[in-house]
């Protein structure tokens, strides 16, 4: 077995302990475990929607057990102000009455990081945290301090209560690698959530690897070849989904009012490498870009009034477009199959 080998098994075994350590815990929700784990590994941001009570912040904390990796939790409300998430100077006085200026670290000062009901703060607070997002760094009286590593930041958002709240702008959006939709549990889950939720016992979670190894797995990230005839396809599918472009696929010209931008291809890319690495290979398939299409594509468009008007969800747009952009000639389709 070679070196780089050796490297993936270890991948697709980390990852496949990880879903199974989260899974004692979280009872079905399998996609959106997968889905977040995709961006862990990527290194990238989630932002999880879905109704209160569905688990979503027992499934960071798990996570943050399993990951060895220090968890903060920011609950957002309408006077939750920058200094609150990132931390302040305060004056501190030693014994001898000498007054100096003291960092008080704030919560984002984390490793794994929820930003629970992060649309019920203000844009000013909202943009404290994804400065951090994007950066890695924070900024204090003028004086910028760096993020530990690994940093990994996971917002929720409720969807049916919007009196109040201050949605993200579609710029901020684009900052998550993936928008996850938690969705409602069937009869058995539910079942199983009922049984596992109101007994004595609560399910050890194990170790399974620390931040310096999922550093590590994060390198091998990037690694993954990635054949051209994928990459143009994903170049297509970005500009499919613009329907100013001269190469609109037809459900965009008539259902969308923005497309996906550059940052929505370098998502469907890293994601999808990180897909093929969970499934133990080296190289993308065109099944890792339509595996990880929805989540990385569904916050990155804005329909149309005609959409809107027809109830025709995101989800449903970006399918129709992956429908209606051609892969590639079968001749060249070989090497990505």
Same mark, same amino acid.
């Given at each position: 077995?070679?070196?780089n080998?050796?490297?993936? +098994?270890?991948f697709h075994?980390?990852a496949? *302990?990880l *879903?199974?350590?989260?899974g004692?815990?979280i009872?079905?929700? +399998?996609?959106v =475990? +997968? +889905?977040v784990l &995709?961006c &862990?590994?990527?290194?990238?941001?989630v932002?999880?929607e879905?109704a209160?009570g569905l688990?979503?912040? $027992?499934l960071?904390?798990t996570?943050?057990?399993?990951?060895h990796?220090d968890f903060s939790r920011i609950?957002?409300t309408?006077?939750?102000?920058?200094g609150? !998430?990132v931390?302040t100077?305060v004056v501190?006085?030693d014994?001898k009455?000498h007054?100096?200026?003291?960092?008080?670290k704030?919560p984002?000062f984390?490793?794994?990081i929820?930003?629970d009901?992060?649309?019920r703060?203000t844009?000013?607070?909202?943009s404290?945290?994804l400065?951090?997002?994007?950066?890695?760094?924070v900024t !204090?009286?003028?004086?910028r301090h760096r993020?530990? /590593?690994?940093?990994f930041? $996971?917002?929720?958002?409720n969807?049916?209560e919007m009196?109040?709240t #201050?949605p &993200?702008? %579609?710029a901020?959006?684009?900052?998550?690698?993936f928008?996850v939709?938690v969705p409602q549990?069937d009869e058995?889950t539910?079942v199983g959530? $009922?049984?596992?939720?109101?007994?004595?016992? *609560?399910?050890?979670v194990?170790?399974?690897v620390d931040?310096e190894?999922?550093?590590? &797995?994060?390198?091998?990230?990037r /690694?993954?070849?990635?054949?051209?005839?994928?990459t143009?396809?994903?170049?297509r599918?970005?500009r499919a989904s613009d329907p100013?472009?001269?190469s609109?696929a037809?459900?965009?010209?008539?259902?969308? *009012? #923005?497309?996906a931008g550059v940052?929505?291809?370098?998502?469907l =890319?890293?994601?999808?490498? =990180?897909?093929? $690495?969970t499934?133990?290979r080296?190289?993308?398939?065109?099944? @890792?870009?339509e595996?990880?299409?929805?989540?990385a594509l569904?916050?990155?468009i804005i329909p149309?009034? %005609?959409a809107e008007?027809?109830?025709?969800?995101p989800?449903? !747009?970006v399918?129709? !477009?992956?429908a209606? =952009?051609e892969?590639?000639? @079968?001749?060249?389709?070989a090497?990505?199959?």
């Open positions: 077995m070679t070196g080998e050796e490297q993936i +098994e270890q075994d980390v496949a *302990r *879903r199974g350590a989260v004692n815990v009872v079905g929700q +399998e996609a =475990v +997968e +889905e &995709l &862990l590994f990527a290194g990238g941001h932002l999880l879905g209160p688990g979503k912040t $027992l960071v904390r996570l943050a057990e399993a990951m990796l609950q957002f309408p006077d939750l102000m920058p609150d !998430i931390g100077n501190v006085e014994e009455g007054k100096s200026f003291q960092l008080q704030g984002i984390g490793q794994l929820l930003a009901e992060i649309n703060a844009p000013k607070t909202q404290a945290l400065e951090a997002m994007a950066e890695h760094h !204090i009286a003028g004086e993020l530990e /590593q690994p940093f930041v $996971l917002a929720t958002e969807p049916i009196e109040g #201050y &993200l702008p %579609e901020q959006l684009d900052r998550f690698l928008k939709l549990p058995d539910l959530i $009922l049984e596992l939720t109101t007994g004595t016992a *609560r399910p050890e194990p170790r399974v931040g190894t999922l550093l590590s &797995l994060r390198g091998l990230v /690694q993954v070849r990635v054949a051209e005839p994928l143009r396809y994903v170049a599918l970005i100013t472009s001269g609109a037809p459900s965009a010209q008539r259902l969308l *009012r #923005y497309g940052r929505g291809g370098q998502s =890319v890293l994601a999808a490498k =990180v897909h093929a $690495l499934q133990g080296a190289q993308v398939a065109f099944s @890792d870009i595996r990880v299409a929805l989540p569904r916050h990155r149309s009034f %005609e008007a027809d109830g025709i969800p989800d449903e !747009i399918r129709r !477009i992956l209606e =952009v892969k590639v000639p @079968d001749s060249v389709a090497i990505a199959s």
